[in-house]
């Protein structure tokens, strides 16, 4: 059974620095695109931060030079390193992945259980 597990939240001052981690486990051929959306209170779920197989990233505007998105190939684990967390940081961080499990057919998208970030003083 293929399943996305985080690690990394918890609470933190403004200013202050997290990094989360997510790793996929199971049994599946390839990770291709991971990222990281979050959900905060009475909000929307919203994307993060996105990593291609091959690297690329893409960033919400609201992270932008705050946040860096990374992935360990051989691990199957990407990460989210934030720093000059603000309160409105605050929310459940999803991990989320497309893992190709069945080489006939395209990837299926997979999400982890989230792991909350509050952002306070």
């Known amino acids: 059974q293929v399943q996305l597990v985080e690690s990394g939240g918890g609470l933190v001052q403004p200013g202050g620095s997290l990094r989360l981690s997510c790793a996929a486990s199971?049994?599946?051929?390839?990770?291709?695109?991971m990222g990281w959306y979050r959900q905060a209170p009475g909000k929307q779920r919203e994307l993060v931060a996105v990593i291609t197989s091959g690297g690329s990233t893409h960033y919400a505007d609201s992270v932008k030079g705050r946040f860096t998105i990374s992935r360990d190939g051989a691990k199957n684990t990407v990460y989210l390193s934030m720093n000059s967390l603000k309160p409105e940081d605050t929310a459940v961080y999803y991990c989320?992945?497309?893992?190709?499990?069945?080489?006939?057919?395209?990837?299926?998208?997979?999400w982890g259980q989230g792991t909350q970030v509050t952002v306070s003083s």
């Open positions: 199971g049994s599946f051929f390839r990770a291709d695109n």
């Open positions: 989320n992945a497309d893992l190709l499990t069945n080489l006939r057919l395209m990837p299926d998208n997979y």
